[in-house]
């Protein structure tokens, strides 16, 4: 069996048929009140037997099940974001995803903002937000350069002259 590259997204829109066996004794209750949702869930992990689901600061582990898997965009729980203005009729603010939910009539993540500690009533589409989180990797050095040599020659400033 292939298993999928991690990390990767996806949602239980329904509940498995076989009752809550799939769900790891400790994360019942934490998974009964995420499932089934159009939350888009992160899983992270695979111990062998579980894989390991984060939503958020949320935590479970699900033995593995059929779920609908989202190719996401950008954006991810706790991001920091700026909203787009469209000239008047949309007021630009600064905010925090709190939470990723996939609207199967639309096929796309609608995304609930976080401003300070209120929550905005409306949800937001991935081509109203802009991204303001760095998350630039660095790519490995393509460049070789030559080391310095050094034969421990030359000038050295006496510790009397850095206390002036």
């Given amino acids: 069996m292939q298993w999928p590259q991690l990390p990767d997204y996806g949602c239980f829109l329904r509940w498995p048929e076989n009752g809550q066996g799939f769900i790891h ?8 009140q995420l499932i089934p949702s159009p939350r888009v869930l ?8 579980y894989y390991h689901y984060v939503y958020g600061r949320l935590r479970f582990r699900l033995r593995p099940a059929m779920w609908l898997s989202i190719r996401i965009e950008e954006f991810e729980i706790g991001d920091q974001v700026e ?5 008047l009729e949309r007021e630009r603010f600064v905010a925090t995803v709190w939470g990723m939910y996939y609207v199967q009539r639309k ?23 802009r991204l ?4 630039t990797t660095v790519r490995p050095p393509t460049t070789r350069y030559r080391a310095p040599n050094w034969n421990g020659e030359g000038e050295t400033v006496p510790d009397t002259k850095l206390d002036e």
């Fill in 25 to 32: 004794p400790d994360d019942t209750p934490i998974a009964t």
């Fill in 42 to 49: 992160k899983r992270v992990s695979f111990d062998g037997v």
């Fill in 83 to 87: 909203t787009k203005g469209v000239g």
């Fill in 107 to 129: 096929g796309c993540i609608l995304y609930r903002l976080r401003r300070g500690e209120q929550l905005v009533p409306k949800l937001f589409a991935g081509d109203q937000l």
């Fill in 132 to 135: 303001l989180t760095n998350k």
